[in-house]
């Protein structure tokens, strides 16, 4: 998939990106109609602005979803693997941004996607409490 991706950009002639941002492409072989690829913030210990960045990242995969009438989506827990990203607040900084995202879009389901037990129990708790409100 990666190499998918890289040849794509390449022949678009479309620039390396930044933390932060996201792009959208098709879906080469994968049974969507589009694939939004993003890039997390690796922690410092957020003497970077790595909150911020994280933060944007996921307004940055909501504002394409919504300019291409994208309905579902399944994000992963961004950054929380080789980024270093602590689980907890990573996952506060996600859910934040997805619960309070203000646009009108064609956005219906949300899916966040864990990758391991610990980001599951983070993510289930959050959104029990998100509940309570």
Known sequence: MFQYLKDWKRNHKLPAFN?????????????HDHIIHA???????DIKGEVGILKQCYISI???????NIKTLRIPNISTGIYGFPKQE???????????Y?????????????YDEENFDINKS???EHKKC
Do not use: M, R, Y
């Not at 933390?19 to 049974?31: R, T, Y």
């Open 126 to 128: 959050l959104l029990v």
């Open 19 to 31: 933390f932060g941002e996201a792009l959208v492409s098709p879906p080469f072989n994968l049974p």
């Open 39 to 45: 890039v997390g913030a690796v922690w410092h210990g």
């Open 62 to 68: 909501l504002d394409i979803a919504a300019a291409h």
């Open 90 to 100: 990573a996952a506060e900084v996600a859910l934040e941004t997805l619960f309070n």
């Open 102 to 114: 203000q646009k009108e879009t064609s956005i219906e389901e949300v899916f966040v996607v864990c």
